[in-house]
């Protein structure tokens, strides 16, 4: 059975700082792309990070030079973490894990960045 497990969401001040993990279970870790979402109320899911089974990262516009992905291969678990945070990253955070066709998706954490 495969799990991605979100976690590290919660209420933030403008400014500060946040780290969400995902571990993931059931699936070959090393062999996926993991990727990090986020859904706001009202607007589509949008891309915020990825990394390839290679290491290579590409980020979203919004977050490029805030935002941080990174994995732990032998942790079988994937970070995000978030610095400078806004307002606007205010959203529901997804994990996803993606090899060809496939893809898995976490149950989403809360992002709340508010003052």
């Known amino acids: 059975q495969v799990q991605l497990v979100e976690s590290g969401g919660g209420l933030v001040q403008p400014g500060g700082s946040l780290r969400l993990s995902c571990a993931a279970s059931?699936?070959?870790?090393?062999?996926?792309?993991m990727a990090w979402y986020r859904q706001a109320p009202g607007k589509q899911r949008e891309l915020v990070a990825v990394m390839t089974r290679g290491g290579s990262t590409n980020y979203g516009d919004s977050v490029k030079g805030r935002f941080t992905i990174s994995k732990d291969n032998a942790k079988n678990t994937v970070y995000l973490q978030m610095n400078s945070l806004e307002p606007e990253d205010t959203a529901v955070y997804y994990c996803?894990?993606?090899?060809?066709?496939?893809?898995?998706w976490g149950q989403g954490t809360q992002v709340t960045v508010s003052s």
């Open positions: 059931g699936i070959a870790f090393s062999v996926y792309a």
């Open positions: 996803n894990a993606q090899h060809i066709t496939i893809a898995y």
